[in-house]
């Protein structure tokens, strides 16, 4: 095979613009197609064979072999050549699906903060892979921020999948209800996604009066979340409620707090967890970070840093 570097880059680009599946040359010097190419006229380029890649019907490249020394190839050789493009074209699609989704998932996410007297509000969501079932929520409704950050057990598209649905359901019902009433209604009308063993949904959800700093919130198992008040102690919001999918019959009912002039929510999901040997860390790493951040976007970005 060619050493180094494709020296028989310009040819490939001669195979997706071919009428034929598939075709390969022994001597390319012979071939007009190849005389021209300067890895032929310098005798690197003694056998070339080609095979075009078509994603979604779209012509897309070519999965190429190609030699310094004349080859032949056998009938099984060029079928192994078309099966090796197959898997690649496979993967290409399904690459840019996920792509697709991604950008899907990025799109039901909040575009912009929400405009709060006395508050500063920002969010990040990074997924670990291209898609993924972490995702927040926010917006404001009579005079409450309703915010929701949430973790569907699961990565890949089957979690992001079921994370678009979860987010749909709750920002509906809390639009609609008071936040308990919200998050039993929005978990039964779900019901039917957890029928898979080990699929379910952490999740923290808060209704924030904004006028009085007065917050309502539930904990459906989530744990990751806490206040920090101007002097950098911290204490934990904590609920005693499962994720959505393990007790289909419950009921979810809300904790009240208070968020005073100069304290700071914050809530993370379990990824963030994973940078520290000792999760009780984190809460300390929190304070830190919270008491050097100017502004709540800088913040979220100097956790995700």
Known sequence: MLPGRCRARRACATTPSGRRTRWWCRMPGGDERFSHKAAVRAGV?????????????????????????????????????????????????????????????????????????????????????????????????????????????????????????????????????????????????????????????????????????RLEYIDAGHGLAIIIDASGEARRLIGEYPPFGIDLGHAWHTQEGVLEPGETLIAVSDGFMDFFDDPWDSIGAAAEVTAKATSASGLVDDFID
């Not at 709060?116 to 892979?129: I, N």
Request: net charge negative.
């Open 45 to 213: 380029l003694r056998f070339y064979a080609g095979q075009p890649l078509d994603v979604n019907g779209e012509r897309v490249g070519a999965l190429c072999i190609a030699d310094d020394s004349p080859r032949e190839l056998s009938e099984e050789q060029v079928a192994l050549l078309g099966d090796l493009a197959h898997l690649v074209e496979v993967e290409l699609s399904r690459t840019r699906e996920l792509w697709q989704a991604a950008e899907v998932q990025r799109r039901l996410l909040p575009a912009t903060s929400p405009d709060l007297p006395g508050f500063d509000v920002a969010g990040r969501c990074v997924q670990a892979r291209v898609v993924g079932g972490d995702f927040f929520d926010w917006h404001v409704t009579d005079g409450h921020l309703q915010l929701v950050i949430a973790d569907v057990m699961g990565k890949g598209l089957s979690a992001a999948i079921l994370a678009a649905s979860v987010r749909a359901t709750l920002r509906v019902a809390t639009r609609f209800n008071p936040l308990d009433v919200a998050v039993t209604k929005a978990a039964a009308s779900i019901a039917d996604d957890f029928e898979d063993p080990g699929t379910f949904v952490t999740a923290f959800l808060v209704s924030l009066d904004y006028r009085t700093g």
